[in-house]
């Protein structure tokens, strides 16, 4: 099906233990995006991705790391998982500038205890 | 980056109107104003855009004046599924990073 999946839905792990979330879109979209969302701070955007092989910080980058190998997967990994990276975590994708309209996931929900 | 201000929470009744501002007082002259719409436990989903005067679609209407310093997001007639977050984006050409802020909250009681 087209679109733009996550996975796993969901993911609990341990403290220190590494955890890589899977973003996949279908659309060849040039841009992809992670944010992470928590209650009282909104959608904070963690990497982005303007091509392949092209990655940029955000605005909450440190604790993660993102590849960008092929057009359709932008994977965010979290080395070392920490308590406060207990989060609800989105990725998103747009054709070309970001005034392009952005396509999101469903989500992964982590829970790092 | 234009920084945009909205009100943390409304509420509303089913069939009423409801209009949702966003203050962006430093927008820039090629910036265009983007709302979403987040469900829980679902992921924003695009609903208007817009650059100046009035957008409309089958969804919403937005409102834009003359100096775009706000924006008017307009429900007509909302029901209990428009119950969500809406955010208000404004993105200034060339920019990569879309940022969200915490959005409004809207509820609406039978």
């Known amino acids: 099906d087209a679109g733009i999946t996550q996975s796993p839905r969901y993911k609990i792990t341990e403290t220190g233990r590494q955890v890589t979330l899977m973003c996949h879109q279908t659309?060849?979209?040039?841009?992809m995006f992670w944010y992470r969302q928590d209650l009282g701070h909104g959608l904070r955007l963690i990497y982005y991705?303007?091509?392949?092989?092209?990655?940029d910080k955000g605005e909450v980058p440190d604790g993660y790391v993102v590849s960008r190998s092929k057009t359709e997967n932008f994977p965010l990994t979290l080395e070392s998982a920490t308590r406060s990276q207990t989060s609800v975590y989105f990725c998103?994708?747009?054709?070309?500038?970001?005034?392009?309209?952005?396509?999101f996931g469903s989500g992964t929900q982590l829970s790092v205890l | 980056l234009a920084k945009t201000t909205q009100p943390i929470s409304m509420d509303s009744y089913e069939g009423q109107e409801v209009n949702i501002t966003c203050s962006h007082n430093n927008i820039a002259t090629n910036d265009y104003i983007t709302w979403y719409q987040q469900f829980p436990s679902q992921g924003p989903r695009f609903i208007i855009q817009g650059y100046k005067t009035k957008v409309t679609n089958e969804v919403a209407s937005l409102f834009i004046p003359a100096d775009r310093k706000s924006s008017t997001l307009s429900l007509p007639r909302v029901s209990l599924s428009d119950t969500a977050v809406y955010y208000c984006?404004?993105?200034?050409?060339?920019?990569?990073?879309?940022?969200f802020g915490r959005g409004t909250s809207l509820i609406v009681h039978p």
């Open positions: 991705s303007a091509a392949a092989d092209i990655t």
């Open positions: 984006l404004v993105g200034v050409r060339g920019s990569y990073i879309p940022t």
């Open positions: 659309w060849s979209h040039s841009y």
């Open positions: 998103a994708s747009s054709e070309r500038r970001w005034e392009e309209k952005l396509f």
